[in-house]
């Protein structure tokens, strides 16, 4: 599984997930949109972690990777006292997050759910517009 991590540089995401057999980490300790864009722009994530904190303003990322069409799974490390950017963010296109601190397992198995939804939900959708394309004028019910 290829993670990006994103976010403040104090590790805790990356040493969770470097820790269990998750070794395919990239970082990105940046918190900006773009330098965050063009890391994505060349290399094929499974899912983005990021951790909100001061220097990340998390909702305005999420925005601009949605805005680029980037489908990817994002995940969001949150701590209370930054709730209102967490929830900004979800409301942006995040899919989930999980409030600081965390437990280092369910931190992988929140990752690791959240990508096999992510590829389950695009089979649905790639079946159904392969179907879509085979006879566009069959009347279906979804």
């Known amino acids: 599984m290829r993670v990006l991590v994103v976010g403040n540089e104090d590790g805790s995401a990356r040493t969770a997930l470097t820790t269990t057999y998750l070794k395919m980490i990239v970082d990105c300790t940046g918190s900006s949109a773009d330098e965050v864009l063009q890391i994505i722009g060349g290399e094929e994530f ?7 904190g001061p220097h990340t303003r998390a909702s305005r990322l999420v925005q601009r990777l ?4 980037f489908r990817t799974p994002i995940l969001l490390l949150s701590p209370i006292d930054h709730l209102t950017d967490t929830v900004q963010a979800l409301s942006a296109g995040a899919d989930d997050y999980i409030a600081l601190p965390f437990d280092p397992e369910s931190l992988i198995e929140r990752c690791f759910a959240i990508s096999v939804g ?11 517009l392969a179907m879509d394309a085979k006879n566009p004028f069959e009347r279906k019910a979804y």
Do not use: F, M, P, T
């Not at 499974?46 to 909100?52: A, G």
């Not at 949605?66 to 069409?69: K, S, V």
């Open 66 to 69: 949605r805005l680029a069409q």
């Open 118 to 128: 992510d590829y389950a939900k695009r089979a649905v959708e790639e079946e159904a």
């Open 46 to 52: 499974d899912l983005v972690l990021i951790e909100v």
